[in-house]
């Protein structure tokens, strides 16, 4: 049973299929067909980036994924993301693989067509409303019909596993509490981070279609975090500013289209000289937020956490479908060791901690260097933090700092490999060669 039918729900459910009989999806705006906007994913509208770990693994649990994702509409840019930090290009480092670029709600439909072609994989239209749990493991779940979503008609299925994908607004703590088991600890780190999206028509003679990110540092521009831009499926670009606090780009085109005209590399200037498609699309992340199952001594059996139920992560990182991937990457290794389903999933969240740890360190790291977030810092942090403005001002001209630290950045190695004698002996060697570098983030 997987409660919850966006991408980590998804994915959850393609794991399980091999190991369940009968897999049920509950969700409660499950759209079978086409890729519109769901209510479920407010932030649906705005820029996603299918990092590499996030394709590698779709390819494993979806044989053809990419080629049917591009005779989808989705585009396949060789050499990857143009990236800038203030206003500099960085190095030119290829990508490991070729980036598939496309919108959140394409992808989605894509890995939902997919699993939904299991036969062994149905769905549900409903709020999954609490779990049952007998003799210490889950034996229930029950839920309310879309049909009929009045008090007192809320429908129970039997589950002897049970899959929390239900997003941040997840209440499995709550309910777990209630019933006297454990609930999770929960870390949140405030980081008002406002985006505001458009689209743009794009013409097929463009000679590039490569994404393109630009991040200013708060030094630089105290207003706005950055921008970003991809080409997408429908001959569009979709184009995303961000700003942190009471900085809120907003709903303006005029005004949009000036900030990307005067603070940003001049490929931005040249989108915006396109018509624009609708109107600007603005969301508000107002936290990250990270519950820590791996901690939790009396839990029920049977019963898993994955994607944003687990960590949600500021989504400039663009972590959010690679570590639902991952954590499905995770459930899998877990079911295939055989493990004793009478006892609570401790070797799961062990299993998935790496994942969390090595994403959240990503971005909170980022984040506590931002002068309107006050914490909770790690031990350790001021050094780390230099350490890692070292590791970003080497990044924009040194090949290999550069590689090493995509790759992080693309969920394809843990964060401290950042940390091996060699990367770090280099950056601190190329900003002492180049003075001014490493001064500050």
């Avoid at 705005?46 to 590698?56: E, M």
């Avoid at 899959?163 to 997840?170: E, L, N």
């Avoid at 931005?268 to 699309?281: C, D, K, W, Y």
């Avoid at 031990?379 to 992080?408: C, H, K, M, T």
Wanted: aromatic share 8%.
């Amino acid at each position: 049973m997987v409660g919850g039918g966006s991408i980590a729900g998804l994915m959850a459910a393609r794991v399980l299929a091999d190991h369940a009989e009968q897999v049920v999806v509950i969700e409660r705006d499950m759209a079978e067909t086409g890729a519109g906007l769901r209510p479920g994913v407010p932030h649906g509208a705005q820029l996603h980036v299918l990092l590499p770990a996030a394709r590698r693994q779709f390819d494993r649990w979806f044989p053809g994924f990419s080629e049917q994702a591009l005779a989808a509409g989705m585009l396949m840019i060789p050499g990857g993301t143009r990236r800038y930090v203030n206003g500099e290009r960085k190095v030119a480092v290829p990508d490991e693989i070729d980036q598939l670029t496309g919108s959140r709600p394409l992808i989605e439909s894509l890995v939902r067509r997919r699993t939904l072609e299991l036969p062994n994989v149905t769905t549900i239209s409903g709020r999954v409303m609490g779990i049952g749990v007998d003799a210490g493991r889950v034996s229930g779940v029950r839920y309310a019909p879309v049909e009929a979503p009045l008090a007192g008609l809320d429908s129970v299925i039997r589950a002897d596993f049970f899959v929390d994908a239900m997003g941040r607004s997840s209440r499995l703590g709550t309910w777990l509490g209630e019933d006297g088991w454990d609930r999770p600890a929960a870390r949140r780190m405030t980081i008002d981070l406002n985006y505001a999206t458009a689209f743009f028509r794009r013409e097929d003679k463009e000679p590039d279609a490569s994404p393109v990110v630009d991040v200013l540092t708060q030094d630089r521009s105290p207003d706005i975090a950055g921008a970003a831009f991809s080409a997408i499926e429908d001959a569009r670009w979709i184009v995303t500013i961000g700003g942190y606090g009471d900085h809120r780009p907003g709903q303006n085109p005029e005004d949009f289209a000036r900030r990307l005209r005067t603070k940003f590399p001049p490929e931005f200037g040249r989108v915006t000289r396109s018509e624009m498609l609708g109107r600007i699309q603005t969301y508000r992340h107002g936290y990250s937020l990270r519950r820590d199952y791996h901690r939790v001594r009396r839990f029920p059996a049977g019963v898993v956490a994955v994607g944003d139920a687990v960590a949600t992560f500021n989504p400039i990182y663009g972590q959010g479908m690679s570590s639902a991937a991952l954590h499905a990457a995770c459930l899998s290794l877990y079911l295939r060791s055989d493990p004793d389903t009478s006892r609570p999933a401790a070797g799961f969240f062990d299993l998935q901690k790496v994942v969390v740890d090595a994403a959240w360190s990503v971005s909170t790291s980022a984040d506590l260097a931002l002068p309107h977030v006050h914490g909770p810092y790690p031990p350790g942090w001021r050094l780390s933090n230099w350490y890692n403005g070292q590791i970003l001002a080497a990044s924009v001209v040194d090949v290999s700092v550069a590689r090493r630290f995509n790759e992080v950045t693309n969920m394809l190695r843990h964060p401290l490999s950042l940390c091996a004698p060699g990367i770090g002996l280099r950056a601190l060697n190329v900003n002492h060669l180049n003075p001014g570098r490493g001064e500050g983030r």
